[in-house]
């Protein structure tokens, strides 16, 4: 079951557990970006993803994790992740970035979305809809590459091919603190899956493997602060910050996206990719 790094590779049972929490996460975020406007509180949010969930009869991954005190993490403007849900009042043209989980029989599905609210600067808008193509890239890459480093490799393509106009021609930060991980029955486990190039090629892509990929991009530089809450991670620089993630299975046939609905299939044929659902 465990490789030389302790990676805990999935039978396809198993997978098929882990893609009934994935969906669980995917219709509790498709609520959330359903609901979400201007004047709600991140609170509210919370609630409604809270409410999804038990709905389903699972747990939240989130809830009590080294106290973590939500069931989503809200993360709004400068705020790249780890934002805690209260009393803010969400205001129009907020970049608003939520990021969920959920357990079904003791296995884990985890992603995040990012939503621009009305009145949005196009930069804003930009800035998400290049996060979103730098993750779906990084996807594509496990279902052509043998190491986890093709990940990292692919979603700095994306940023260096982004037209940033809109950005006054300054290309996007990629944070490098905080990065994508292995997932099952741990919200959090071996092997780390990098949003950037780096010398290490990484861990094998082998059938059984599950990760969540989740780069996180901002319109200034990468560097980021934690504030005193001991959560909340902001942008250095206060620049605003992007951040999508989806939890993919790596099968004997190729790779299926457990927190999207349609497994991914839409988005990854525009890359040439095809999913390998197990049902």
Known sequence: MF??????LKTPDQVRVMR??????????AAVRDEVRPGMTTADLDA?????IAAAGATPSFLGYDGYPATVCVSVNDEVVHGIPGPRVLEPGDVVSVDCGAIVDGWHGDSALTVVLADADPADVALSDAAERAMWAGIAALATSDRLGAVGEAVEDVVDATDTALNGGARYGVVEEYVGHGIGTAMHQPPDVLNYRARARGARVRPGLCVAVEPMLTRGT????????DWTVVTADGSRAAHWEHTVAVLESGIWVLTARD????????LGVAVAPLD
């Open 3 to 8: 490789g030389h790094e302790r990676i805990e």
């Open 20 to 29: 009934r929490a994935g969906l669980v996460v995917a219709d509790a975020l």
């Open 48 to 52: 409604i993803a809270a409410a999804v």
């Open 222 to 229: 990468q560097a980021t602060q934690v504030l005193e809450d």
């Open 263 to 270: 497994g991914g299939a839409s988005r990854l044929a525009e």
